[in-house]
Structure formats: C-alpha cells, structure tokens
C-alpha cells in the first residue's frame, strides 16, 4: 500500500467521522447564482473557482469581487465536516451579506486540495502564485470591476498575507483573521513543538505541530463530490507521489534557517504595503497564536488599515466576541476600499478587548505609551524532568501585592543566563495571581537552554488589579502547550530578568462591549492554585512605576 493510498482512506475516515470542527456556529446557505470555472497558473496548476453572483444578476453587469483563496473548501467537506449537498463550500464566510451588498464572491482552491491540480506546497512559491493569479483573473473578469479583496480566518487569510506578498495587479484590500505570516514560528518557537488542540478529544494541546503536514495531506486527498465535475473529481482524488514525502519532510524540520522556512517568511515580503487591511488577532488564540503577526502590522506601510486585537480564539469576530458590531465594521471596510463607496468606516484604527472583559480604541498596538519595565527574577536551580509535575521542575517570582492596577500591553520579553545541557529548554510564564492564591496565565514562551537565552512570550493585553500579584514562573516546560523529552539533569538559572510591557496611563473603556465565550473559557481552564507556602517564599518586591489613573 502507498503512502498516497494510507493518507486518501484516512482522510476518508475523517470525513466520515467529522473530527475536525469548525469554531463558529453554521450559517445557512445563501440564494445566488453559482457556477464554476478554471483558471490556468504560469506553471500550468489548473485552479479551480467557484463563481456566486447575486440571483437575477445579469451576467453583464460589472460587480466588484470579493474572494477567499482557500485548502478547506472541497465540494465533499469543509475542512473534514461532511457536506452531502454538496457545491461550493460556503461555511463561515460573510458570503450572503456580501452578495446582497452587491459583490460577486469568489472561492479559488489552492494547487493540491479540492478541485484544483498540483502539489500543495504550505505557502510557497506555488501557492502565493496562486493567489496573485486567483486575483488578476477576478480583476480582468467580464463580471468585474477590476476590483477584488480578499476575506480569510486562518490558512485562509494566511493567503491574504500572501496575497500582500506578491502586489497582483487588483488587489483592492485585505482582511485576514488569525493568520500564519510566518509558517515556522506557527509550528515552532526557537525550534521547540507547539502542541494545537486534540479536539474532539481534548480542548488542550495534544497534536504535536510537527505533524501538520500529514495533517495538510488528509485534507488534500478528501475526494471530490459525487456531483462534481469530472475535471474536479480527478484532481480532488489524486496528488502525485513525488509531492508527499518532500511536503512531510520539510514541514517537520525544527530548523528556521532551511531555505523552504526562510522562502515562506511573510513580514519581510509584504514591509511597506500599503494596500488597506483589516488585521484581527485573538490574543488567547493557541491556533495561530499572537507572536510574529504583530510584526506584520508593523511592517505595513502607510495606508487606511485597521485592526482588532482581543480576547478570541481562533476566530474572526462574526459572533461570540462581545463587543462592537464586526461586521458592519468589515462591510464598511470593503465598500469604501473595494466597492468605492463614500461610506465612512465605523470604530477606531484598532479596536481592543482587554483581559477585563473592556473594549478601548487605540492609535497602535502596543500602544505609544507601554513603558518597557525590567524585572530581576529569582534565581536557582531546576529539573529537567518532563512530564511529572513538581516543585523541582520550577522557579516562582511572585510579587507583593499591588497597590495599584497595572495594565501589561504589548510583548514581555526574557533574559536568561543558563547552565545546563543543549538538550534542555527553558519556559516562562506570566501569571495574574488573586488574594485567594488563583493563578490565570497571561502568556508564556520558550526557548533551548543555552549561556544566555532569549524569550520572546506571546502579546497580550492585560490589566492585573490592585491587590493581586504578578507571578512568573521559571519552569522546564509547559507539557500541554510544546512537545519535548525531560533529559533528566538540573538546570542551574544563574541570572533572569523579565521586561513587562506596562502602560503608564491606565485605560477606561470607550467602546460597547463585554466578555466573550473565548476569554470565560480561557479564565476557567488555564489556571492553577498557589498555595501560600509558594507565594510566602517567593515574595519579592518588584517596585513597578504607578500609572496614572483612567480619565
């Protein structure tokens, strides 16, 4: 049995079973005029675009276009939920309200899933071609004005970064939700393993990243529907051999300086830009995770761009967000940059959902005024044991008590003077510590052990009250968040200090809004319980500026 014919039955299995679910609820299937066509890329990759025009829209008249360039969108399944009806995959896209609004939408597969031909090839040259050919064609289209932006959560709006990357010839505007900018540092932080969801299984981390590939495989070899075309049925069913093993090797190497991660690095790619994007990112998102997609906002160059920053997962903010209304604020978007329209776009540059539950405008993210604070941490020795928990795999620095609320906004970074094994790693983590001794993780991060090692956590933005502590843990790893063997030897931290993110002015809330589904969850689950024994002894005064208070 081939290797092609194990993954096509185990992506069959998977369809039949369901198992990987989508994260909002479905919507229902808009009324429009639907047919398919297939466009040809310069190396010959036949892409395959379903076309959904508005009913009773005459075939003549000009619409601007809307489009998602998509791996999950196969007529049998999106992602691997089964779709027995059948035609284009719709689910979780903004598609009937776009259409009403007078767009044409437009869903291209990428090369190697669905209905297009070709080898997937994780955001590579191929792929980012696909785009920009996806996007000149809608753009030269008969039933087009010439103008087209691109919509995506996740790998898809990964493809409207690459879009960004490659500058087609149309591309109006972009609004890209939780998406991979920088494919290697999704799956790996300094070359260690994230961990994604074992869901249907578990909600925590189970799935080592290093096995996306295989992953990525099973949705490229889901087979076409039984009404679809026979052109689509042929290239749904079959990828080439020499595009497996290549695919899974690559996609499994821990190293950032291979030429296929360096070739797949986004931010350097897209650095002055200024085609307008609509940028949102959950800071509690552990799929795409809040790490280097604030280098890409930082990399755009002037232009209307906007962004939303809060408390979601892996999400865009359709529902189950709280706050401001998200979709009028992308339908806005879109009219006034693609459509032309003189509309004005409601909400501030970037809208924020704070760890509070409060929604706030923002100029920048960080904002202008995070003061960057060092603070010396505890230091000794730890086990690096793996798996088994205890007092000796960790280092605690817990603060006094705060006698005032800091608001953490922005990126902690670490600096590490280590002795101990390469093999070994060092984790950190931020905590927000009650009175009672209940400790909520703020974010954490990872790196080898080396003499001086450097952490780079992930961005949140996070008011600690008065009177709680700030803890930071010291730890050998965090075994449901990255994959890694204890190697059973100590660990001596010789010097530590972390710089906190602090804002010196405190915020009061300017936008409606609450607390999401995402952030609850997020409270309920990702804490752990110090007993006082631990906060007594690892008490230190961390003598932290006072802000100014909220206006």
Not at 17 to 33: D, E, S, Y
Not at 127 to 136: H, L, M, Y
Not at 152 to 175: F, H, I, K, Q, T
Request: with cysteine; charged share 20%; glycine share 10%.
């Amino acid at each position: 049995m081939t290797i092609g014919t194990v993954i096509r039955a185990l992506a069959g299995a998977l369809l039949v079973l369901g198992v990987v679910a989508p994260v909002t609820a479905a919507q229902p299937q808009p009324a429009f005029q639907w047919r398919e066509e297939y466009l040809t890329a310069p190396d010959g990759t036949r892409l395959h675009a379903d076309i959904l025009r508005p009913a009773g829209l005459a075939d003549d008249v000009r619409t601007p276009v809307i489009m998602t360039v998509s791996p999950y969108r196969n007529q049998l399944a999106y992602l691997t939920l089964p779709r027995p009806q059948g035609g284009p995959a719709t689910d979780y896209l903004p598609v009937g309200a776009l259409l009403a609004a007078g767009y044409t939408y437009v869903i291209v597969d990428l090369r190697g899933f669905a209905g297009s031909s070709g080898c997937p090839d994780y955001g590579g040259p191929g792929e980012r071609g696909d785009v920009r050919t996806a996007v000149e064609w809608a753009a030269d289209a008969p039933w087009s004005t010439g103008k087209v932006g691109l919509y995506g959560l996740s790998y898809e709006g990964w493809a409207g970064v690459m879009g960004l990357a490659e500058r087609p010839r149309g591309l109006a505007a972009v609004a890209t939700f939780g998406p991979a900018v920088d494919p290697y540092t999704y799956l790996y932080m300094q070359g260690i393993s994230w961990r994604f969801s074992g869901k249907p299984v578990v909600e925590t981390g189970l799935r080592p990243a290093d096995g996306v590939g295989f992953e990525h495989l099973l949705f490229a070899s889901i087979p076409g529907h039984w009404n679809s075309s026979p052109e689509y049925r042929a290239n749904a069913g079959q990828i080439p051999l020499d595009c497996y093993l290549p695919y899974l090797a690559e996609t499994a190497n821990h190293d950032p300086d291979t030429a296929f991660w360096r070739d797949r690095e986004l931010v350097e790619k897209v650095r002055g830009s200024t085609v307008p994007v609509f940028l949102g990112q959950g800071l509690t998102d552990y799929n795409t995770r809040p790490y280097r997609v604030f280098d890409f906002w930082d990399a755009l160059g002037p232009g209307a761009h906007r962004a939303w920053f809060g408390q979601w997962g892996h999400r865009d903010c359709q529902e189950k967000c709280a706050g401001p209304d998200f979709t009028a604020e992308v339908r806005a978007f879109f009219d006034r940059h693609v459509a032309g329209r003189a509309v004005e776009v409601p909400g501030p540059r970037i809208t924020v959902n704070a760890a509070d539950g409060t929604w706030r405008g923002e100029q920048q993210w960080p904002p202008a005024d995070a003061a960057r604070v060092p603070v010396p941490l505890r230091t000794g020795t730890y086990t690096h044991r793996g798996l088994l928990p205890g007092p000796d795999r960790e280092i605690w620095t817990i603060s006094e008590p705060l006698p005032t609320t800091q608001h953490l906004a922005g990126i902690p970074t670490a600096t590490l003077r280590l002795d101990g094994p390469p093999a070994a790693t060092v984790a950190m983590e931020l905590y927000d510590v009650e009175p009672s001794g209940r400790a909520t993780v703020i974010t954490r991060g990872i790196a080898p052990v080396t003499e001086t090692a450097r952490i780079r956590m992930l961005a949140q933005d996070w008011p600690i009250a008065a009177g709680h502590r700030i803890g930071i843990r010291i730890v050998d790893m965090v075994d449901d968040v990255w994959v890694g063997a204890g190697v059973n030897a100590p660990v001596t931290v010789v010097a530590a200090e972390v710089e906190l993110p602090l804002l010196t002015a405190l915020r009061s809330a300017d936008l409606p809004g609450g607390t999401g589904a995402d952030l609850i969850k997020w409270k309920a689950e990702r804490v752990l319980t110090l007993g006082p024994g631990v906060v007594e002894n690892a008490s230190v005064p961390l003598n932290l500026p006072a802000p100014s208070p909220a206006p």
